[in-house]
Each structure stands twice: as structure tokens, then as C-alpha cells.
């Protein structure tokens, strides 16, 4: 049974770091693409990152050079380390796959979601 519990979210001023987890159950990193999307109030759910078993990312322009996907397959768990954050990050993020290899990851093919954990930026 494939599970992906996320962990990390929080209160944070414009400018601080945080660090989102996402823990795989039921299959490993080597097998999927792995992808991070985000959704704030009142819009549509969005890409974020993605890391694919062959080591490519892939980033959402607005996030390139602030947010840094990384993976420890020993730990079968992806981290999204974002810094420089504006109060506009403000959302509640999810990982996500398609059991896919490919990033980025098509929105409306994901087969599993993690259950999202608030990310909230003060200004």
C-alpha cells in the first residue's frame, strides 16, 4: 500500500527557511518520480519541484534558487528545503507521484498525494 506522509510546515517571517518531508511507504525513490506541489487560498494547485529516480529536478521558475529538492533513499524520504521565503509561498504543500519517472509531474496523472502540511510566511 503506497503512503506518503509529509511533515515540516510552520510559521515563518519573510526571509526564514523551512524544511518540508515527505516519507514514502510501499515503494522507493528509486522507482518514481517524486513531486512537490503546493495549493494557497482561493487558488489552483500548483508544481513545485520534482526529483526523478535518474537525479534530474525540476523547478517552477519562482522557486529557482530559493527551494532545493533532495532525496535520502536510505530513509526513503524527499525533503524540500526552501529558503528566502515571501509571504507569496504561503500555501499548504504536498508530495505527490504518477508512479512515473519524469519530471515535472502532470498534475492530473498523480496516482498518490501526501496529506499537506501549511506553510505559512508572515510579513
Known amino acids: 500500500d503506497v503512503q506518503l506522509q509529509v511533515s515540516g510546515g510552520g510559521l515563518v517571517a519573510t526571509g526564514g527557511s523551512l524544511r518540508l518531508s515527505c516519507a514514502a511507504s510501499?515503494?522507493?525513490?528509486?522507482?518514481?518520480?517524486i513531486g512537490w506541489f503546493r495549493q494557497a487560498p482561493g487558488k489552483e494547485r500548483e508544481g513545485v519541484s520534482c526529483?526523478?529516480?535518474?537525479?534530474?529536478?525540476y523547478y517552477q521558475d519562482s522557486m529557482k534558487g530559493r527551494f532545493t529538492i533532495s532525496s535520502d533513499n536510505a530513509e526513503n524520504r524527499v525533503y524540500l528545503q526552501m529558503n528566502s521565503l515571501k509571504p507569496e509561498d504561503t500555501a499548504v504543500y504536498y508530495c505527490?507521484?504518477?508512479?512515473?519517472?519524469?519530471?515535472?509531474?502532470?498534475?492530473?496523472?498523480?496516482?498518490?498525494w501526501g496529506q499537506g502540511t501549511q506553510v505559512t510566511v508572515s510579513s
Open positions: 505527490a507521484t504518477n508512479r512515473g519517472w519524469y519530471c515535472p509531474l502532470d498534475i492530473r496523472s498523480i496516482a498518490y
Open positions: 510501499g515503494f522507493t525513490f528509486d522507482d518514481y518520480a
Open positions: 526529483s526523478s529516480p535518474d537525479g534530474s529536478t
